[in-house]
């Protein structure tokens, strides 16, 4: 990578390649973004949700990234002719020169510069060379078809699970060296030769869908044309194996994903023709049907689907060729879980040295980062994964060498100690790591050693495997005890319980031996769980990390083990030293101090923040604070008294009075799922539900599996936007702050002329959780961190839902904040800018508040 000298000067608006007629705030936006990305900065950027935000990042990326490839090449060329110039003048004055040997030193010096700089050059026209034979031979080729019905090859092109089940035992520590030749990875491994490295643009978001609107927007502007974009994506999206597809869970799709890719018959086996190498082989992953696929990828923008579909019509792998192609793309999409983790950036061969990062909708990034950190492992699993590593060491004992049956003995010594600490009663826990390994006795046991030995052998898969293997062994008679195999399969069964909220088992050991009868649909059999030494490795590696970064929650209540990541700059320090530059983007950034104090102590310098309005007039959003309700009794909606009597039915009135002035629809967020069902149960028992009915229809979000889940929830949101047409007063839709309609859902326009937020939603302050991550903050940040990062979760829930409403430039809406909480100063700060400061504190009532709504859309109709 060559770094220039001159620096750069931010172009003018017209010059961004924007597709439209920028608003100012995008027009500033770019330009500051392009600033901060040529003086290696930091930035972080909040530009409310429905201003382009996400358009505007990669056309001043990009911009950025085209002016500084030019000035790489154009300045390598003249440092190359300067540098010649300078060598040949040493020279001449060396011949002439008493002292030679300062003459040589300087001689020298030029020399190797000069070479570097040559090699540079070479090597930026070796790949100059080769992307200019890419867009050559794919306009020769043709462009591969995306049919719906080419999405998926034929079940018969996949290995059948039998053959995945004669994975090779660990017999051997020949075994573990020929594993070691076939990491997951071998299949996309890139070159290993030098070559030129140019800046590439790492963009992240939550979700697929939002990057995939990414390239949508990006074919519509001139970089489309030619920034080669890759978008990267886990096995469950990019797969076109119909038998790997199938499988039910993405533990599962990787497990036999890696079979595939690795597994190997032994010499033995196929001297006597008992097996074959292509046994477990996946024919799209060859190179030789990949390596198209990602050419054409690097030619044209592609989301995930049109990936997967042009992978399906030419019979390649998309997951491996976006892999080997990444390398080459100047602009990579990726979801969050790629990036922030290390293991996945190792696992893709994610280079971030010199790169820029765009972190969008980085609202909670904290979190995210937390989340993705954090392990959780349960009692069902340890049940299985003792039972699992029993019966493989029984089997294999003879077969093991010393050293890999000291690793298997000592793994399950750790199983069955965590287990012992999860049987015992008593309340929930918070422990360091140290405290842990030493209350389960095996704080003498070498913990990276155990890490590495499992992934050498790849004893997760080989478990699984052998897991399935005896699913097909012979049933004994009733007399005997039951097998293994049937005891997996009741622990597997429990386990599913656990995850769906059933109650809790007793341990196997404790459990009658007599095998029962059970109805098939009961019992889960172990190909359908994915393997249970994985989240088990996957907690024993966090409890490697710093013991001062993290706490092991030890709940036997819920018959829980869960490693709490407490700081997450541990693991983003790499991502802030390695790239060249990083922004960080939202629609809601503020309160902001949390963030720069937890990931970017260290170099405040860098870091540049700026906040934009919204791109809607100042008179297209109404937001007002009651402190009172129509009664002129204080609203304060907090846990002690939103269920009271009193203040259910001040919320009544207050919903049929705005009801009554707001047209179309109108969307109430409450705390809680319980609380929205006592808010409803007190409008049907009062009348007041059917009073509302008569001037809009009623729909509520619910938890779990119904309006709370993604089918659900579209199918709500469409009857919601049916009744808004049908209907001449509209619709209420009572949903939940945090709940599926509160964040990445828009409610532009008719759906959403009406916001009201009600009360101020806490999280459960009393929640181990919680207590322990403020209590990290006050001995880290100082006393009072720990409240500023509860009052933020309860400010960032509220801004999202506030969010939901205003999506364009012509849009308009009312905005209620139902709590006197909100007429403080220091909580109107911490709301949206575009909010805070057009917001009005009804101090004269509620029927001011009515009057100046009907005034709003009156003067709209």
Same mark, same amino acid.
């Given at each position: 990578?060559?770094?220039?000298?001159?620096?750069?000067?931010?172009?003018?608006?017209?010059?961004?390649?924007?597709?439209?007629?920028?608003?100012?705030?995008?027009?500033?936006?770019?330009?500051?973004?392009?600033?901060?990305?040529?003086?290696?900065?930091?930035?972080?950027?909040?530009?409310?949700?429905?201003?382009?935000?996400?358009?505007?990042?990669?056309?001043?990326?990009?911009?950025?990234?085209?002016?500084?490839?030019?000035?790489?090449?154009?300045?390598?060329?003249?440092?190359?002719?300067?540098?010649?110039?300078?060598?040949?003048?040493?020279?001449?004055?060396?011949?002439?020169?008493?002292?030679?040997?300062?003459?040589?030193?300087?001689?020298?010096?030029?020399?190797?510069?000069?070479?570097?700089?040559?090699?540079?050059?070479?090597?930026?026209?070796?790949?100059?060379?080769?992307?200019?034979?890419?867009?050559?031979?794919?306009?020769?080729?043709?462009?591969?078809?995306?049919?719906?019905?080419?999405?998926?090859?034929?079940?018969?092109?996949?290995?059948?699970?039998?053959?995945?089940?004669?994975?090779?035992?660990?017999?051997?520590?020949?075994?573990?060296?020929?594993?070691?030749?076939?990491?997951?990875?071998?299949?996309?491994?890139?070159?290993?030769e030098e070559r030129f490295r140019d800046v590439q643009i790492f963009y992240c978001s939550r979700t697929h869908s939002q990057l995939a609107q990414i390239v949508t927007e990006l074919r519509k502007t001139p970089h489309g044309q030619h920034a080669r974009c890759?978008?990267?994506?886990?096995?469950?999206?990019?797969?076109?194996?119909?038998?790997?597809?199938?499988?039910?869970?993405?533990?599962?799709?990787?497990?036999?994903?890696?079979?595939?890719?690795?597994?190997?018959?032994?010499?033995?086996?196929?001297?006597?023709?008992?097996?074959?190498?292509?046994?477990?082989?996946?024919?799209?992953?060859?190179?030789?049907?990949?390596?198209?696929?990602?050419?054409?990828?690097?030619?044209?923008?592609?989301?995930?689907?049109?990936?997967?579909?042009?992978?399906?019509?030419?019979?390649?792998?998309?997951?491996?060729?976006?892999?080997?192609?990444?390398?080459? $793309? #100047? =602009?990579?999409?990726?979801?969050? %879980? *790629?990036?922030?983790?290390?293991?996945? /950036? +190792? !696992? @893709?061969?994610?280079?971030?040295?010199?790169?820029?990062?765009?972190?969008?909708?980085?609202?909670?990034?904290?979190?995210?980062? $937390? #989340? =993705?950190?954090?392990?959780?492992? %349960? *009692?069902?699993?340890?049940?299985?994964? /003792? +039972? !699992? @590593?029993?019966?493989?060491?029984?089997?294999?004992?003879?077969?093991?060498?010393?050293?890999?049956?000291?690793?298997?003995?000592?793994?399950?010594?750790?199983?069955?100690?965590?287990?012992?600490?999860?049987?015992?009663?008593?309340?929930?826990? @918070?422990?360091?790591?140290?405290?842990?390994?030493?209350?389960?006795?095996?704080?003498?046991?070498?913990?990276?050693?155990?890490?590495?030995?499992?992934?050498?052998?790849?004893?997760?898969?080989?478990?699984?495997?052998?897991?399935?293997?005896?699913?097909?062994?012979?049933?004994?008679?009733?007399?005997?005890?039951?097998?293994?195999?049937?005891?997996?399969?009741?622990?597997?069964?429990?386990?599913?319980?656990?995850?769906?909220?059933?109650?809790?088992?007793?341990?196997?050991?404790?459990?009658?031996?007599?095998?029962?009868?059970?109805?098939?649909?009961?019992?889960?059999?172990?190909?359908?769980?994915?393997?249970?030494?994985?989240?088990?490795?996957?907690?024993?590696?966090?409890?490697?990390?710093?013991?001062?970064?993290?706490?092991?929650?030890?709940?036997?209540?819920?018959?829980?083990?869960?490693?709490?990541?407490?700081?997450?700059?541990?693991?983003?320090?790499?991502?802030?030293?390695?790239?060249?530059?990083?922004?960080?983007?939202?629609?809601?950034?503020?309160?902001?101090?949390?963030?720069?104090?937890?990931?970017?102590?260290?170099?405040?310098?860098?870091?540049?923040?700026?906040?934009?309005?919204?791109?809607?007039?100042?008179?297209?959003?109404?937001?007002?604070?009651?402190?009172?309700?129509?009664?002129?009794?204080?609203?304060?909606?907090?846990?002690?008294?939103?269920?009271?009597?009193?203040?259910?039915?001040?919320?009544?009135?207050?919903?049929?009075?705005?009801?009554?002035?707001?047209?179309?629809?109108?969307?109430?967020?409450?705390?809680?799922y319980d609380y929205l069902d006592t808010v409803y149960g007190h409008l049907e028992q009062s009348g007041a539900l059917q009073r509302l009915g008569q001037r809009k229809r009623i729909f509520r979000e619910t938890a779990g599996s119904g309006s709370g889940g993604?089918?659900?929830?579209?199918?709500?949101?469409?009857?919601?936007?049916?009744?808004?047409?049908?209907?001449?007063?509209?619709?209420?839709?009572?949903?939940?702050?945090?709940?599926?309609?509160?964040?990445?859902?828009?409610?532009?326009?008719?759906?959403?002329?009406?916001?009201?937020?009600?009360?101020?939603?806490?999280?459960?302050?009393?929640?181990?959780?919680?207590?322990?991550?403020?209590?990290?903050?006050?001995?880290?940040?100082?006393?009072?961190?720990?409240?500023?990062?509860?009052?933020?979760?309860?400010?960032?829930?509220?801004?999202?839902?506030?969010?939901?409403?205003?999506?364009?430039?012509?849009?308009?809406?009312?905005?209620?904040?139902?709590?006197?909480?909100?007429?403080?100063?220091?909580?109107?700060?911490?709301?949206?800018?575009?909010?805070?400061?057009?917001?009005?504190?009804?101090?004269?009532?509620?029927?001011?508040?009515?009057?100046?709504?009907?005034?709003?859309?009156?003067?709209?109709?």
């Amino acid at each position: 990578m060559y770094s220039p000298r001159k620096t750069l000067t931010a172009p003018a608006a017209q010059d961004f390649g924007f597709p439209y007629t920028p608003y100012a705030i995008q027009e500033q936006l770019m330009q500051q973004l392009f600033l901060v990305l040529e003086r290696k900065q930091i930035g972080i950027f909040e530009s409310p949700t429905g201003t382009g935000k996400s358009l505007t990042l990669t056309c001043g990326a990009l911009t950025w990234l085209r002016q500084h490839e030019q000035l790489v090449r154009a300045e390598l060329l003249q440092r190359i002719g300067e540098v010649e110039a300078e060598l040949c003048r040493l020279q001449a004055a060396s011949a002439q020169a008493e002292d030679w040997i300062t003459a040589q030193s300087n001689t020298r010096a030029q020399r190797e510069e000069l070479a570097q700089l040559q090699r540079l050059r070479e090597l930026l026209q070796q790949k100059e060379q080769q992307l200019d034979q890419i867009k050559q031979r794919q306009k020769q080729q043709q462009r591969p078809a995306r049919r719906a019905g080419e999405l998926l090859l034929q079940a018969a092109a996949a290995p059948s699970a039998e053959d995945i089940a004669t994975e090779p035992e660990l017999n051997s520590d020949e075994d573990e060296e020929e594993a070691d030749e076939h990491t997951d990875h071998a299949l996309a491994e890139q070159p290993t030769e030098e070559r030129f490295r140019d800046v590439q643009i790492f963009y992240c978001s939550r979700t697929h869908s939002q990057l995939a609107q990414i390239v949508t927007e990006l074919r519509k502007t001139p970089h489309g044309q030619h920034a080669r974009c890759i978008a990267l994506g886990s096995r469950q999206q990019l797969c076109i194996n119909a038998q790997v597809r199938r499988l039910p869970n993405l533990a599962l799709i990787n497990e036999r994903c890696l079979d595939m890719a690795k597994a190997k018959a032994s010499s033995h086996a196929i001297a006597n023709k008992k097996a074959s190498p292509s046994l477990y082989s996946c024919p799209p992953k060859g190179p030789a049907h990949w390596q198209n696929l990602n050419q054409w990828a690097l030619s044209e923008p592609l989301d995930i689907e049109e990936l997967a579909a042009a992978g399906a019509a030419c019979g390649a792998c998309p997951y491996y060729a976006t892999r080997a192609a990444q390398a080459q $793309a #100047q =602009l990579v999409l990726l979801p969050y %879980s *790629l990036l922030l983790q290390r293991s996945s /950036r +190792q !696992q @893709l061969g994610i280079d971030l040295r010199g790169a820029i990062i765009i972190v969008d909708e980085a609202h909670n990034l904290l979190d995210t980062i $937390a #989340q =993705l950190h954090s392990s959780e492992l %349960s *009692l069902g699993q340890l049940q299985l994964a /003792r +039972q !699992q @590593l029993a019966a493989y060491k029984e089997r294999y004992a003879r077969r093991l060498s010393s050293a890999n049956l000291l690793r298997l003995n000592q793994l399950l010594f750790v199983v069955r100690r965590l287990l012992q600490l999860l049987e015992s009663s008593g309340e929930p826990r @918070l422990l360091r790591t140290y405290q842990l390994s030493a209350e389960g006795d095996f704080y003498n046991i070498d913990l990276h050693a155990l890490l590495q030995f499992c992934s050498r052998t790849r004893l997760a898969q080989k478990l699984h495997a052998f897991g399935l293997r005896l699913q097909r062994e012979p049933q004994p008679s009733e007399n005997r005890p039951p097998p293994t195999q049937q005891l997996l399969q009741r622990l597997a069964a429990q386990h599913q319980q656990c995850l769906t909220g059933g109650k809790r088992k007793q341990p196997a050991a404790k459990e009658p031996v007599t095998p029962q009868p059970q109805p098939k649909s009961s019992v889960v059999p172990s190909s359908a769980v994915p393997s249970p030494l994985r989240p088990f490795l996957a907690f024993l590696e966090t409890l490697t990390s710093n013991a001062a970064d993290g706490r092991v929650l030890l709940n036997p209540k819920t018959c829980t083990l869960k490693y709490l990541l407490l700081n997450p700059a541990e693991h983003f320090a790499d991502i802030v030293s390695e790239a060249r530059a990083l922004i960080i983007a939202g629609g809601t950034m503020q309160p902001t101090h949390e963030l720069t104090a937890q990931l970017f102590a260290h170099c405040p310098e860098r870091v540049v923040q700026r906040f934009y309005s919204h791109v809607v007039p100042a008179d297209a959003v109404q937001p007002f604070v009651l402190p009172t309700g129509p009664t002129g009794a204080k609203l304060c909606f907090n846990y002690a008294q939103r269920a009271s009597p009193a203040m259910l039915q001040e919320l009544s009135m207050v919903l049929q009075n705005l009801c009554g002035v707001l047209p179309a629809g109108v969307v109430c967020f409450l705390p809680s799922y319980d609380y929205l069902d006592t808010v409803y149960g007190h409008l049907e028992q009062s009348g007041a539900l059917q009073r509302l009915g008569q001037r809009k229809r009623i729909f509520r979000e619910t938890a779990g599996s119904g309006s709370g889940g993604v089918g659900g929830v579209e199918q709500l949101l469409q009857q919601y936007a049916d009744a808004i047409g049908q209907n001449a007063g509209g619709a209420l839709l009572l949903s939940v702050v945090g709940g599926k309609l509160s964040e990445g859902l828009n409610f532009a326009d008719d759906l959403g002329r009406g916001v009201i937020v009600v009360g101020m939603p806490y999280p459960n302050r009393t929640a181990p959780e919680l207590k322990e991550r403020m209590r990290h903050l006050d001995e880290t940040l100082g006393s009072g961190a720990g409240n500023e990062y509860y009052e933020n979760l309860c400010m960032k829930a509220v801004n999202q839902c506030i969010g939901r409403s205003v999506r364009h430039i012509r849009d308009y809406a009312c905005v209620y904040l139902l709590d006197e909480r909100y007429a403080s100063a220091r909580i109107q700060q911490k709301l949206p800018a575009w909010i805070a400061q057009h917001i009005t504190v009804a101090s004269d009532g509620f029927g001011a508040v009515q009057a100046r709504t009907a005034r709003f859309f009156k003067a709209r109709s």
